[in-house]
């Protein structure tokens, strides 16, 4: 059975904080080009299980690329991608949460499932 938790995250400034549920059960590791330079490991959310704590999303760089339906959200500050957001291929709203940026989580623990998002 699926364990939700919440989770406190931010950059590294501190400038942007957020609250999100979610089971890191579910991580994934995809070998995107942006994913792979930046090491991320990933958690997906819908916005019901996600609230921006500290900033706006209006106040984040914004970076797309290829088909540009995920928006790579950025501190202008520190640099750090904590989340980003964009479309489910069902056409709903999620939020992909940097998992290395959640309060308390030793990444090196998980067994984040293979995506294939070069393909995408």
Not at 49 to 77: I, R, S
Request: net charge positive; hydrophobic share 30%.
């Amino acid at each position: 059975m699926a364990e939700t938790k919440k989770y406190a995250g931010g950059c590294h400034c501190g400038r942007f904080t957020f609250e999100v549920n979610t089971d890191l059960d579910t991580a994934i590791s995809c070998n995107c080009s942006i994913c792979t330079k930046r090491g991320l490991v990933l958690t997906m959310v819908g916005p019901e299980q996600f609230a921006l704590t500290k900033g706006t999303l209006g106040e984040m760089t914004k970076y797309q690329f290829n088909k540009k339906v995920v928006d790579h959200l950025f501190c202008p500050d520190c640099g750090v991608e904590a989340f980003g957001t964009g479309q489910a291929p069902n056409g709903q709203t999620m939020f992909a949460i940097n998992v290395r940026c959640l309060e308390g989580v030793d990444v090196t623990t998980l067994k984040p499932r293979p995506v294939d998002g070069r393909k995408y």
